[in-house]
Nanobody, 122 residues
């Protein structure tokens, strides 16, 4: 199981970024996938999750109204659209997958991808 995250970068406050996570190695048709983030000196925190089929989502309070998680089943890819970014959103963002089909929020993580850096300047 491999998760490859991409799309991070440097953006000004108020800007937008879309992160992508491509999954390979197994069929993720029943997996829950999501995003976590870790800022310097802080613990890793949950950001958002989405079921594969049917589509059900949950976004942490820190991202509600600004972040949207979605997926493209044909591409085995999950996206995190981040709008109205704030300097406090600066972190390394990690893609994650839960192998079990039971829904709970935040999700349990069975697989981690390498992170992608998001930096929001003020």
């Amino acid at each position: 199981v491999q998760l490859q995250a991409s799309g991070g970068g440097l953006v000004q406050a108020g800007g937008s970024l879309r992160l992508s996570c491509a999954a390979s190695g197994r069929t993720f048709s029943s997996y829950i996938m999501g995003w976590f983030r870790q800022a310097p000196g802080k613990e890793r925190e949950f950001v958002a999750q989405i079921s594969w089929i049917p589509s059900r989502t949950y976004v942490a309070d820190s991202g509600k109204g600004r972040f949207t998680i979605s997926r493209d089943n044909a591409k085995n890819t999950v996206y995190l659209q981040m709008n109205s970014l704030k300097p406090e959103d600066t972190a390394v963002y990690y893609c994650a997958a839960q192998g079990a089909i039971n829904w709970s929020a935040p999700m349990s993580v069975d697989y981690w991808g390498k992170g992608t850096q998001v930096t929001v300047s003020s």
